[in-house]
């Protein structure tokens, strides 16, 4: 037979679609069947119909549930990408010397993360190769907030005199001190290394006092868009809704129609009971008396009457005497013929 296309299943009442498990559905009406306790051909009909009506909602809900955690997944993916190429474009700029927005990332905890991270990197730097470049001078000078050409900044000065005092020392970039001592800048050979170091694990303790407030703030952020997302708002979510709907409403009606017929059946049960327990107990008829052998029958015996004396007699001198006599017909006297 012909058959419509199957696109989701979602407004059927079948009860096995391709790709389920039949024996699950069996089990299922097993059940229905032990709890609702049908006893008529039409009773075991609704209780079929309503386990069907009831896979039929399941798998709505499933379908739904299933719709449910896609977009919630897919909306904090979206969160992450979005933080992660904010993130991306912010710290391009840092890097070209926008120390303007340092304050925006210390407002966030994958910026913190960031600034982090390069205090780290510098530390090894520094180590490594025992002397602070002027490249490396401003970079750390931007991730302070300050502006690296700002010879007159305080912190500015102290930093590049403690970066060309390092430079002295391993004789490294010698010639490009120039423009720093031209404004006055002074070597710091006043431990350079030690002061550089302290200033990087100071800047590294103070991002990480931040950072775990800074992502609980984040996880909240990111909590409320996927909780957000978990309502559905679109056409798909919206049929869902009303094919669960008419689900629900073929079951009530299943349910009514099902305990109407129970109580049909057991108010026609109560009232058999009732009219057998208001009439007398049926006991068999007597069995009718065999007449003994060589006997007459009841109908063939006669009656005799016993004549006597007080009968009046006929007007003759013979007195009457007693004689037992059969019963025949009264015979009277005729009238006299008359001539």
Not at 107 to 127: C, H, N, P, S
Not at 225 to 246: C, E, K, N, P
Request: aromatic share 4%; net charge negative; with cysteine.
């Amino acid at each position: 037979a012909a058959k419509n296309a199957l696109l989701h299943g979602l407004c059927s009442l079948a009860p096995v679609l391709p790709g389920e498990d039949p024996a699950e559905f069996e089990q299922l009406l097993a059940r229905w069947i032990k709890d609702q306790q049908p006893a008529t051909e039409e009773e075991r009909n609704l209780v079929f119909n309503m386990c069907c009506a009831t896979v039929a909602m399941g798998r709505v809900r499933k379908a739904d549930a299933a719709a449910a955690s896609a977009r919630m997944r897919q909306a904090g993916e979206a969160f992450d990408a979005g933080r992660a190429q904010s993130l991306t474009e912010t710290t391009a700029l840092v890097g070209r010397g926008r120390q303007d927005l340092i304050v925006p990332l210390l407002a966030r905890a994958d910026g913190v993360r960031w600034l982090i991270a390069k205090w780290e990197e510098m530390d090894e730097q520094l180590t490594g190769s025992g002397h602070l470049c002027p490249e490396w001078r401003e970079r750390m000078l931007t991730m302070l907030g300050c502006a690296p050409g700002d010879l007159d900044d305080e912190r500015a000065r102290e930093v590049h005199g403690l970066g060309m005092a390092l430079d002295v020392a391993c004789d490294a970039h010698l010639k490009t001190h120039a423009k720093y001592t031209e404004k006055g800048i002074a070597i710091d050979a006043d431990r350079p290394m030690e002061r550089l170091r302290a200033i990087i694990a100071q800047e590294w303790e103070a991002l990480a006092s931040l950072l775990p407030e800074l992502e609980a703030e984040e996880a909240e952020q990111r909590r409320q868009v996927i909780d957000a997302a978990a309502v559905d708002v679109s056409d798909d979510g919206m049929r869902r809704h009303r094919y669960l709907q008419d689900h629900q409403r073929t079951c009530r009606q299943l349910s009514t129609a099902l305990i109407a017929c129970k109580n049909a059946r057991l108010k026609l049960y109560g009232r058999i009971l009732s009219s057998s327990e208001n009439e007398p107990a049926w006991t068999p008829p007597p069995a009718p008396e065999t007449p003994a052998r060589n006997e007459p029958k009841d109908d063939a015996t006669y009656d005799y009457v016993m004549i006597l004396d007080e009968i009046p007699s006929p007007p003759t001198s013979r007195p009457a005497s007693s004689v037992v006599i059969g019963v025949a017909p009264t015979t009277t006297e005729a009238p006299p013929r008359r001539f």
